[in-house]
């Protein structure tokens, strides 16, 4: 039965997986065919999604967003390696009962996508990577230095950090920064809970590792792969996703011009019909 909600209404559902954890997650759609699972970033919890581009998919597809173990309304300790992070997902997974998925995923998530590939390929039918790059990618191991400067902007100017992570400082980019902030907003009943500074801090060393480890063999992603990113991506150096399109076999790259590592929020509508197009 298809959902008549949009994502800013959409209830907050949780299962209970064998290890114990509790995993937070919303889901909009009609419930057939293959589902649509989101990977979130660094940070994020289920409030997070734009809800321009949850709703939009969802108009076509069966769409899942779910909190990552230790954040927001999901139990347990936030894992610091991407890996471990992979295999909590799997394990939500699972406990869904899904036996087949496709996967769109942002920054962080992306990294997860990647490795929850390498652990179980057959698992995944089509694989969106947004804003991401490869293991031991061009300037991944920055994250936290810049991260940690631009909160520390974002403070002093009184501006959420997503306004100069994600976005351009452009006439174009601040305004789709202000547009991107008031949608997040939107949602005023049941809201998630925010990552708590120690959790936000594991997830920092999990990226700065994964940016330090030895690149993995990307021939090895067979599936069906979208890239997309901003052509001024300051948090997941924009190369990376060029990287990404030229070692992964099957893959196609969209860049969008004057956008940074947001760019699929800022080019929303635009992002919604290529996905739309791809997981057909």
Known sequence: MATNYSYVKAPNLSIKTADGTVYAYRELGEKKGIPVIFFTHLSANLDNWDPRVVDGIAKKHWVIAFDNKGVGLSSGKVPDTIEQMARDALTFIHALGFEQIDILSFSMGGMIAQELLAIEPRLVRKLVLSGTGPRGGEGIEHVTKLSD???????????????????????HGKQKAKEFLVRLKERKEARDKQISIKGYRRQLKAIHEWGMAKPADLSKITQPTLVVNGDDDRMVPTPNSYDLAQRIPNSKLIIYKDSGHGGIFQYHDEFVKSVIAFFR
Do not use: E, G, M, S
Not at 161 to 171: A, C
């Open 149 to 171: 400067r631009d909160l520390i902007r974002a403070i002093f100017t009184l501006r959420d950090i997503k306004t100069y992570l994600f976005f351009t400082r452009t006439d």
